[in-house]
């Protein structure tokens, strides 16, 4: 028999799904791994080349942890909320279920063709009420809880409560709004209802206020800052404006520390791990007050520089801060006003990024500096951020760019702080030399400087130590329909959540999937959608990270009606070992998911500080586009004839993408291009050597490209166990590279080599059981020490070279024993588990059993070089080459040496007068 994909691969896949062969036992002898993709977005396009890469290394890895008798959890399932269903939705009123419903079952069914070991029973869909009945729920615990500074970690807000009952908000550090009330505990009880939820408000994790969100108006949303790409929205490419909305937000800054702190607790590429740093932004610093005596009040700065307070010449305050009309003097009152409404139309983004531009305008008014009490004028300027720190700064020329600039510009002063500082050109901010013109600073250096100054300026109570977080809270709330519905509803005005036994709250049907006439979001339209008759409901839903920052968790337990996940399986589960996803999702997804786990550790419902302990990126695979070249002819005109590759620049002509699944090695198939779209079935052509030449490119792998190739394609020509293989082969898993099939052929005859090893020239199944030799074992055990070192180091490419030198050194010792193919199956399993799993029954094993088999001990023996290949020179002159065993001494080598013919033949009769051995290289005759 011939080496058949096609029905081989089927009957197997159909196997594997009777039989339940990756169903992973909730609890084992067996230590557990568990092993983690990122779970994909069912998008209407079904999947291209690139998107299995990953998943395709998780599941050799997974077959490989197998192998080693690992219990490995290796699930799959959908994010199935979001916004291309629901657009999709807009424009042809199609239900979003019924949408995602059809490109699950197309995801399905191309996963299912590529042959991976998923555990199904353990599927899951965000859009499921059994599913997001749990996102609600854990809603409902943020909702429910504080973040108490002094234990680190959520509590429930009952803690909060009875501490307010007892001794009021005194000495209660948390992490909060910054506007909360002080009162004692008497007053608390005096409280109305409202008055203590108002409150509480300002300490739960998840909670409502007035934020500056980012409004798109074309998605009738808002979106979250890493959904917003340089002013435009991440999907669509919409334009992004700041507006003020009352929204549901997540204190996520409450874990700025801890998710700094569990970075190092986790193996994860050092790039994520620096992009979450800089998200995060850690600054340690100070805040400073300026007085504002006329006021009879403060402008609060943070600086990360306080050892430079001597320099400060002036204060920048951002153009939306609070006191700006009230600084602002008459005389200066235009000009403040006709800049407000400058800035008012630059994004903040563009504001950070312009660091040339100077601009700005004085408010007319003065501080007082706080420690040596002269006048600072009161400036606004756009380059400070209204966001970040408290909105205003002390500016020091001397030490800052944007404030030396800012000084030249308009004329302020700019004093020298320390005796090392170049300040002619441009500032410069080091931290070398000694202190001047700095009162009780003169002589200090910058550590001692910083301490001086916060200890001056805490006695004098005008500052302090401060450590802020770039990282702002995440505004929860969608405007939008396909998303899980917010467990809440609103009575006087305050929200309250619905009861527990009430979940899941589910989504409504609408008659469109619009906000309504007055600007409510779709929800509003639902009809007689109120609770208890009578009190309105949320109307956003949840952002699409709700579902996605959980969901390992449900894998572990995916039926469960009464707990996210049980007690039992948590802590059998525990961590994801491994997780593997593309790097879009480095602060998003990853953030979020950290922050959910921590909050639900905290609350006592598992015991994992970090939710993914190794996690990798696979790197994105890039479409290899094709071109033809359209002739133009008289003014430019296009012609119907199309120019090949190497001709084109004797020509005038247009290159134009052509479809890349009609072109074979870069030469096009003429008759399928000209059948492809009738504008091009008058075709004619200008050849090169017979052929059509095509130009290629490597871009985006994208529709409007014309280079998406579908893995069902490539799996109909060549098999999965080929596409396996070749995804592998591409290159390293977390590097960019394009999709090139140029190579898979070379991929699918080693399959075939394979299968041969195994059949006689007839294609009868014939397998020795003499014993190998020992060059058989040694190439046996090249691949399970190579191939196991490999894997382990998720160097995937470099194995799938080491199979195929494997496979052609056992073809050219005609190896066909079972001991050696036995081991080999195995070990090529978990790459191509369809042609392993054939190989093994037909080797008489148990059916399907290759999935548990034993990973072949590496034996190192086999290995060991005994003999060598010694080059023989005579006086200097290399002569023969001499196969000794290695362990020989050199009496011994000398006496065989002298004592073989050829050598005496060389030697002529001549005294030998030397011999020089060196072991495992040379021997060498003086005569
Ligand atoms: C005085 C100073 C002197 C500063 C100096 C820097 C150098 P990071 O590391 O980003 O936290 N700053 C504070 N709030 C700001 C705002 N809302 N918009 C724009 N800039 C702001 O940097 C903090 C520094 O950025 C602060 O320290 C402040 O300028 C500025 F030689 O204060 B510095």
């Keep these: ?24 036992a909730d609890t084992h002898e067996k230590p557990k791994y568990y092993v983690l993709d990122m779970f994909p977005y069912p998008s209407g396009a079904g999947l291209h080349v690139g998107h299995p890469l990953g998943y395709i290394a998780s599941d050799i890895f997974s077959r490989y942890k197998r192998l080693k008798g690992f219990n490995v959890l290796h699930p799959m399932g959908y994010d199935s909320f979001g ?54 729920w854990i809603f409902m615990q943020l909702f429910n809880s504080w973040y108490n500074n002094d234990s680190d970690k959520a509590e429930l807000i009952d803690t909060l409560i009875s501490r307010f009952e007892k001794t009021g908000s005194e000495r209660i550090n948390a992490v909060s709004d910054d506007d909360v009330l002080t009162f004692t505990g008497a007053e608390w009880l005096a409280f109305d209802e409202e008055k203590q939820q108002r409150e509480l408000l300002k300490y739960r994790i998840a909670y409502l206020r007035e934020s500056t969100v980012n409004w798109c108006a074309a998605l009738g949303t808002v979106l979250a800052n890493d959904e917003v790409i340089n002013g435009f929205s991440e999907r669509g490419g919409h334009p992004v404006e700041q507006k003020k909305m009352m929204q549901w937000s997540m204190r996520i800054t409450a874990y700025a520390d801890r998710m700094l702190q569990g970075l190092e607790l986790v193996d994860w590429p050092e790039p994520l791990v620096e992009m979450q740093r800089n998200w995060i932004g850690k600054s340690v610093g100070a805040l400073v007050k300026f007085p504002v005596p006329q006021l009879e009040t403060n402008i609060e700065v943070f600086t990360t520089r306080v050892d430079t307070i001597f320099g400060v010449s002036f204060v920048v305050l951002a153009p939306e801060h609070e006191l700006v009309s009230k600084l602002t003097t008459a005389d200066q009152q235009a000009a403040v006003t006709a800049y407000i409404d400058k800035t008012s139309k ?306 005038n002509t247009i290159p134009l993408h052509v479809d890349v699944n009609i072109v074979v090695n870069d030469v096009l198939n003429l008759e399928k291009f000209k059948a492809s779209r009738p504008d091009y079935a008058a075709a004619e052509f200008i050849l090169e050597d017979g052929k059509y030449v095509c130009g290629t490119e490597v871009e985006k792998m994208s529709k409007s490209k014309f280079n998406v190739v579908n893995p069902d394609d490539i799996i109909e020509a060549y098999g999965a166990d080929t596409l396996r293989l070749y995804e592998m082969f591409l290159g390293p898993l977390e590097q960019a590279k394009p999709w090139n099939t140029n190579g898979i052929e070379g991929v699918y005859k080693f399959l075939k080599k394979v299968w041969r090893l195994f059949h006689d020239a007839e294609g009868n199944f014939n397998v020795s059981d003499v014993e190998p030799t020992k060059a058989e074992y040694k190439a046996l055990h090249k691949i399970i020490k190579k191939a196991e070192d490999d894997i382990e180091r998720f160097s995937f490419n470099t194995s799938v070279s080491a199979f195929m030198i494997c ?121």
Excluded at 2 to 24: P, R, V
Excluded at 872 to 898: R, T
Excluded at 902 to 926: E, H, P, S, W
Aim: aromatic share 14%.
């Design 1 to 24: 028999m011939e080496y058949n994909h096609k029905s081989l691969e089927k009957k197997w896949q159909k196997f594997w799904a009777d039989h339940e062969t990756f169903k992973s």
């Design 83 to 136: 916004l291309p269903a629901e657009q999709y939705a807009i424009q042809t009123g199609q239900h979003p279920a019924i949408t995602t419903e059809a490109n699950i079952n197309r995801y399905r069914e191309q996963l299912d063709n590529i042959g991976f070991s998923f555990d199904w029973s353990r599927e899951v869909r965000t859009s499921e009420p059994s599913y997001y009945k749990w996102s609600q």
């Design 346 to 651: 630059k994004s903040e983004l563009d504001r950070m990024s312009d660091t040339k531009t100077v601009s700005g305008a004085f408010t007319g008014s003065y501080a007082k500096h706080p420690i040596t009490g002269e006048d600072v004028a009161i400036w606004i300027a756009d380059y400070v951020l209204a966001s970040y720190g408290t909105g205003a700064v002390m500016a020091v020329p001397s030490g800052d760019q944007r404030d030396y600039l800012f000084a030249k510009h308009f004329d302020l002063p700019i004093i020298q702080i320390s005796d090392s500082q170049q300040i002619e050109e441009e500032a410069d901010p080091n931290k070398e030399g000694k202190y001047i013109n700095s009162d009780f600073m003169n002589g200090l250096n910058y550590q001692e400087g910083v301490t001086a100054v916060i200890a001056k300026l805490e006695a004098i109570q005008l500052g302090k130590a401060k450590i802020n977080y770039r990282m702002r809270d995440a505004i929860f709330g969608r405007q939008r329909y396909w998303g899980e519905p917010v467990p809440v509803y609103f009575k006087n005005g305050l929200p309250y959540l619905i009861k527990e036994e009430e979940l899941p709250l589910l989504l409504p049907e609408v008659d469109k999937y619009l906000p309504t006439e007055t600007g409510e979001p779709p929800l509003g339209r639902a009809e007689n959608w109120k609770y208890e008759d009578q009190y309105e409901y949320e109307l956003s839903t949840m952002p699409g990270w709700a579902g996605s920052s959980w969901y390992w968790f449900r894998y572990m337990d995916p039926q469960n009606a009464e707990a996210f996940a049980s007690k039992e399986a948590v802590d059998y589960w525990k961590a994801v070992d491994l997780y593997i996803g593309g790097s879009e999702h480095a602060t998003g997804h990853l953030l979020y998911s950290r922050f959910w786990n921590k909050f639900l550790k905290d609350l006592g419902f598992h015991n994992e500080e970090e939710p993914f302990k190794k996690l990798i990126n696979q790197g994105m695979i890039q479409g290899r586009s094709n071109f033809v070249y359209r002739l133009l002819g008289d003014e430019g005109k296009a012609t119907d004839t199309y120019v090949s590759y190497g001709l084109k620049d004797q020509y």
């Design 807 to 927: 496979v052609n050194e056992l073809t050219d010792l005609k190896c066909n024993k079972r001991a050696i193919l036995e081991q080999l199956v195995v070990v090529l399993q978990p790459y191509a588990p369809h042609i392993s799993e054939e190989l093994w029954s037909l080797l008489g094993k148990e059916a399907g059993s290759i999935s548990y088999a034993t990973y072949p001990t590496f034996i190192a023996d086999y290995l060991v070089e005994s003999e060598f290949a010694y080059p023989v020179s005579i006086n200097g002159k290399m002569k023969m080459n001499l196969l000794l065993a290695l362990d020989l001494d050199a009496k011994a080598v000398e006496e065989v040496v002298l004592s073989n013919e050829d050598v005496q033949r060389y030697m002529d009769g001549k005294a030998l007068k030397k011999l020089i051995f060196v072991k495992g290289k040379i021997i060498n005759i003086v005569v």
